[in-house]
């Protein structure tokens, strides 16, 4: 059974850091690519930023410099690291494995597995 558990959420203010980390378990790393997704209520879940199995990295154009996506094979673990953060960032941070779709796609619909999700609120 394939569990995601995302870690590392909490509140900073404006032009702030944080880093959030999603471990995996039940399934083989390296067999779905990778991606974040936020969330605020009342909106659609947005992606964030990708990964596919051989490190290829895309960006939502709102986090591109400020966001790196990143992964550790021996740890089974996802990183996000957000920089100069802004109020607009704020928002239910999830991450989310899938086994279709091409590898820079961060539709939301392609991905089959999602974590619980970790809340980040950034302050002005």
């Known amino acids: 059974q394939v569990q995601l558990v995302e870690s590392g959420g909490g509140s900073v203010q404006a032009g702030g850091s944080l880093r959030l980390s999603c471990a995996g378990s039940?399934?083989?790393?390296?067999?779905?690519?990778m991606a974040w997704f936020r969330q605020v209520p009342g909106k659609e879940r947005e992606g964030v930023a990708g990964i596919d199995r051989d490190g290829l990295t895309n960006y939502a154009s709102s986090v591109k410099g400020r966001f790196t996506i990143s992964q550790d094979n021996a740890k089974n673990t996802l990183y996000l690291q957000m920089n100069i953060l802004n109020p607009e960032d704020t928002a239910m941070y999830y991450c989310?494995?899938?086994?279709?779709?091409?590898?820079?796609?961060?539709?939301?619909?392609?991905?089959?597995?999602w974590g619980q999700g970790t809340q980040v609120t950034v302050s002005s």
């Open positions: 989310a494995a899938a086994s279709r779709g091409p590898w820079w796609s961060l539709r939301a619909d392609l991905f089959n597995y």
């Open positions: 039940g399934y083989t790393w390296g067999s779905y690519r």
